[in-house]
């Protein structure tokens, strides 16, 4: 039944591109937090299932870092995954580039799933060349959960 609360507030919340329509219908606590002086956004949604949705970002060169933020809690699910030119960013509902590196997904799930916390190097020497002509930057949105 929790996954499946979890599952309709994910949906919902990528469905309407907006956070602030779920936290209406579920009861969800949003918190954004600035990362660095770039700009980089860390969104974190604590859903009333007792599971956590997160999106990270990181540009070419630097660590993306995933913790849940209960102890006891593993990164559960990835939903999407994106190293390159991916469209939107963490305060947008993103979706993959033109030339996003086509092994993301498996990787992340590889570093991450089943795991309290994960550190993935956002750089081709992890993803491969991609066939982007500006600098990659790597998103991840997914789901923590006991």
Known sequence: ?????????????????TFSALALKKNVVYDDE???NIGEMSSKISVNTG?????ESAADGNMLQISC???????????????????????????????????????VEKACLRKPSCEIN?????????????PNVLIVIGVCSH
């Open 1 to 17: 039944m929790a996954m499946n609360n979890l599952y309709f507030a994910f949906v919902i919340c990528f469905s309407l591109c």
């Open 34 to 36: 600035i990362k660095n």
């Open 51 to 55: 599971a956590t949705l997160f999106c």
């Open 69 to 107: 933020p209960l102890t006891g809690m593993n990164i559960s699910g990835i939903s999407f995954a994106s190293y390159g030119n991916p469209d939107g960013n963490c305060n947008t509902t993103p979706s993959k580039g033109d030339c996003d590196a086509s092994n993301t997904l498996s990787i």
């Open 122 to 134: 956002a750089s081709t020497a992890t993803f491969g060349p991609t066939t982007c002509k500006q």
